[in-house]
């Protein structure tokens, strides 16, 4: 059975800090790319970043760049994002998901986690 969770979020001010953590069980972690996307209740699922699986290249959305930092520990089987100089509009719901392909579009990963809420205040 596979599975991802998610932990790590809570309500914190504008310009604090959160690391999330997705524990990965299941699959080849190793050989699966890894994503962080986050919605807002009502919207479709945004992509944040991204982490391949054959080498450590990242990417992440324009909205996040230079603030969010993506990262794995293969031997542990978890994938990272940690959030620097959070602001309002970041306020969502964090979710990890697997794939084998590194790919920005949500539908295309078939395994994600229940996510975590990340709340930034004014």
């Known amino acids: 059975q596979v599975q991802l969770v998610e932990s790590g979020g809570g309500s914190v001010q504008v310009g604090d800090s959160l690391r999330l953590s997705c524990s990965v069980s299941?699959?080849?972690?190793?050989?699966?790319?890894m994503a962080w996307f986050r919605r807002t209740p009502g919207k479709d699922r945004a992509f944040v970043a991204i982490?391949?699986?054959?080498?450590?290249?990242?990417f992440y959305a324009a909205s996040v760049q230079g603030r969010f930092t993506i990262s794995r520990d293969n031997a542990e089987n978890t994938v990272y994002l940690q959030m620097n100089s959070l602001k309002p509009e970041d306020t969502a719901v964090y979710y990890c998901?697997?794939?084998?392909?590194?790919?920005?579009?949500?539908?295309?990963?078939?395994?994600w986690g229940q996510g975590t809420q990340v709340t930034v205040s004014t």
């Open positions: 998901a697997a794939g084998p392909i590194a790919t920005l579009r949500s539908s295309d990963y078939a395994y």
């Open positions: 299941g699959l080849t972690f190793s050989r699966n790319a």
């Open positions: 982490i391949g699986w054959d080498d450590p290249s990242t």
